[in-house]
């Protein structure tokens, strides 16, 4: 079975430019999240869909952040203007069910740094 | 704010010891979550556990769960240096309108040969 495929995995960008991370979740998997971890800390939740709904995004900084999942599977989500604190990698993970004691799958992440 | 304390942050220990880990806070979680992560990768997740006092056993690694299911601990028997990486513990309620998994900011291990 392909697990969660993300791209970039690396992207050095100067503050104040744009990015853009993609996410490929596991088929058939109606949840998809993204966290931010911060060196030395834990994920930290960004954003949550069901299908192409969004759950929870009370922690997405929405001034500089969105994130889309237009057809209920691949997803994308956009840093603009970026910050030096941006700097973190950011997880896509799924589930194949909304998080209730299930299982998490992980991509590998994208490293960002932003000087 | 529901926060997850894991303690101790660094860990860097001889192989053949043993090792526990400790995961606590004020809240009362559904379940908790244990997961490995190493540089470079995402977390996976090694354990789930959803009862109050539940023990669970993954070869060398032993998991509890406090009986008031605000705590958690994970112990490792003759660590190996493919034991090392971060060891993170999420927690789970139904409090809110969804579940949120909540992390803590994790134990890194480091296993000499």
């Known amino acids: 079975e392909a697990g969660v495929a993300q791209s970039p995995r690396y992207k050095i960008i100067e503050k104040r430019q744009s990015v853009a991370f993609w996410c490929n979740p596991i088929?058939?998997?109606?949840?998809l999240y993204w966290y931010q971890q911060i060196l030395g800390q834990g994920p930290k939740l960004l954003i949550q869909?069901?299908?192409?709904?969004?759950?929870?995004d009370s922690q997405l900084p929405k001034d500089r952040f969105s994130a889309e999942r237009l057809k209920g599977v691949d997803s994308t989500l956009k840093i603009q203007p970026a910050k030096l604190e941006d700097s973190a990698v950011y997880l896509c993970?799924?589930?194949?069910?909304?998080?209730?004691?299930?299982?998490?799958?992980f991509g590998s992440g994208t490293q960002l740094s932003v000087l | 704010t529901q926060l997850l304390e894991q303690s101790p942050q660094f860990l860097s220990i001889q192989e053949g010891e043993n090792l526990t880990v400790y995961c606590n806070s004020s809240?009362?979680?559904?379940?908790l979550q244990w997961y490995r992560q190493e540089p470079g990768e995402g977390p996976v997740l090694l354990v789930t556990?959803?009862?109050?006092?539940e023990v669970k056993k993954l070869k060398r690694l032993t998991f509890q769960f406090g009986d008031a299911r605000k705590d958690s601990s994970l112990h490792i028997t003759a660590a190996q240096p493919g034991d090392t990486g971060l060891y993170l513990c999420a927690g789970t309620n139904y409090g809110g309108s969804q579940g949120n998994l909540i992390f803590g900011k994790g134990t890194k291990l480091s296993v000499k040969p």
């Open positions: 809240s009362v979680f559904s379940s």
């Open positions: 556990v959803v009862t109050g006092g």
């Open positions: 088929s058939g998997h109606a949840t």
């Open positions: 993970a799924s589930s194949p069910m909304r998080i209730d004691g299930g299982r998490l799958f």
């Open positions: 869909f069901q299908n192409n709904g969004v759950v929870d």
